[in-house]
Structure formats: C-alpha cells, structure tokens
Nanobody, 114 residues
Framework: QVQLVESGGGLVQPGGSLRLACAAS????????MSWYRQVSGKVREFVAR????????NYADSVKGRFTISRDNAKNTVYLQMNSLKPEDTAVYYC???????WGQGTQVTVSS
C-alpha cells in the first residue's frame, strides 16, 4: 500500500525557512519522479517542485524559483523541500506526489505570518 507522510511544517515569520520531508513507501521510490504541491483552502493544488528519478534534475514553479530547493534521498525513500525566504503567500498545506499512483497523503501545514 502506498504511503506518503509529509512532515516539517509550522509557523514561521516572513523571511524564515523550513525544511519539509516526505517519507514514501509502498512503491519503488527510486524509480519515480517526486513532486511537491501546495493547496490553499478553496483552491486546487498548485505545483511547486519536481525532481526526476534517475539524475535528480529539478523543475520549479516560477513563484518559488530561487527560494525553494527539492532534493531526494533514495536510500531513505524520502523527498525534501527546503524553503527559504518564505513569504505570506507561501502559506498552504504542502503535499508530496509520486507518479507511481494517484494518491495524496495528509499534507503538512506551512503558515508564514508575522
């Protein structure tokens, strides 16, 4: 059974940093690209970042480019999202996503506020 468990969210001030983690299981983690999405209540999930399975190539939404970094540790079946220079508009529930299956975990709340 596929599981995606996000963690690392919290309340931070504008300009602060957080590192999110997603622990994956139930599929061959190293064979699949992984992505981060975020969702504000009442809106659809928004793409944030993606990392490929084999070479670690990355793609980012324009809104986070230069501030966020996605990475993965295949030995730990974990994908990370380092978030720096956080802005209030980054406030959302953050989810990781695998192309292996159409499945969403619980997500982790990120709130950026003074």
């Amino acid at each position: 059974q596929v599981q995606l468990v996000e963690s690392g969210g919290g309340l931070v001030q504008p300009g602060g940093s957080l590192r999110l983690a997603c622990a994956a299981s139930g599929f061959t983690f190293s064979s699949y690209a992984m992505s981060w999405y975020r969702q504000v209540s009442g809106k659809v999930r928004e793409f944030v970042a993606r990392i490929t399975a084999s070479r670690g190539s990355t793609n980012y939404a324009d809104s986070v480019k230069g501030r966020f970094t996605i990475s993965r540790d295949n030995a730990k079946n974990t994908v990370y999202l380092q978030m720096n220079s956080l802005k209030p508009e980054d406030t959302a529930v953050y989810y990781c996503k695998t192309t292996a299956v159409d499945y969403w975990g619980q997500g982790t709340q990120v709130t950026v506020s003074s």
